[in-house]
């Protein structure tokens, strides 16, 4: 089976601009979450998605937004891009997004903001 | 504000040894715990998954869970070089949190030939 995938891989853009990236979680698996990687730290919580739904949203600026789609794959969009956005965008993926479950990652989004 | 602390390290162990990560967490009410391994350059990878006190064993790789010390633990036995990585460890958060893992900085081990 598949595991989670993300696209693009690499992804190089200016001050300012405008990013997509998207997701495709495991079969079956119906939530998606979204977090964030700087250089020497572990990832931060974006946002969750269930069932097309915003289950959650960690502490970033409303510049961040997501959806999902009824196929449940999911985009998360970045306007107005700074240079503190560069990082590795990863998605995971869980069955239903609640407690016990494991969230599996995809190979994330390597963004770099020039 | 939910914490979960690791040594950073770098964690240095020769090929053979028992390997131990160690951390904490700050919310007492927190029941899923994970410990995932990350290849330079690479996305987190799972190695294991504990909910209830005590330890759980995987091949080479134990969890260990005290809750009432909110304290999680990842023993490797006989590294290998090919375990030098990062190792995560992370809290599911619950509640209006659900679904949000918690992530520590980190700890990174290198097992030497």
């Known amino acids: 089976d598949a595991g989670v995938t993300q696209s693009p891989t690499h992804l190089i853009k200016t001050r300012g601009q405008h990013v997509t990236l998207r997701c495709s979680p495991i079969s079956g698996h119906k939530s998606v979450s979204w977090y964030q990687q700087v250089l020497g730290q572990g990832p931060q919580f974006i946002f969750q998605?269930?069932?097309?739904?915003?289950?959650g949203r960690g502490n970033f600026p409303d510049r961040f937004s997501a959806r999902q789609f009824p196929n449940y794959s999911s985009e998360l969009n970045v306007n107005a891009l700074l240079l503190g956005d560069s990082a590795l965008y990863l998605c995971?993926?869980?069955?239903?997004?609640?407690?016990?479950?494991?969230?599996?990652f995809g190979p994330g989004t390597r963004l770099l903001v020039l | 504000q939910k914490e979960v602390e690791q040594n950073s390290g770098p964690l240095s162990v020769p090929e053979g040894a028992i390997a131990s990560l160690n951390c904490t967490y700050s919310?007492?009410?927190?029941?899923?715990f994970f410990w995932y391994r990350q290849y330079s350059g690479k996305s987190p990878e799972l190695i294991m998954s504990?909910?209830?006190?005590g330890d759980k064993e995987d091949g080479r790789f134990t969890a260990q869970l005290n809750k009432a010390s909110q304290y999680v633990s990842l023993l490797i036995r006989d590294s290998q070089p090919s375990d030098s990585a990062t190792y995560l460890c992370a809290v599911l958060g619950y509640g209006g949190s659900q679904g949000n893992l918690i992530f520590g900085k980190g700890t990174k081990l290198s097992v030497k030939p």
């Open positions: 995971a993926s869980s069955i239903s997004g609640t407690n016990q479950e494991t969230q599996y």
């Open positions: 919310d007492r009410g927190s029941q899923s």
């Open positions: 504990i909910y209830s006190n």
């Open positions: 998605y269930y069932e097309k739904e915003e289950r």
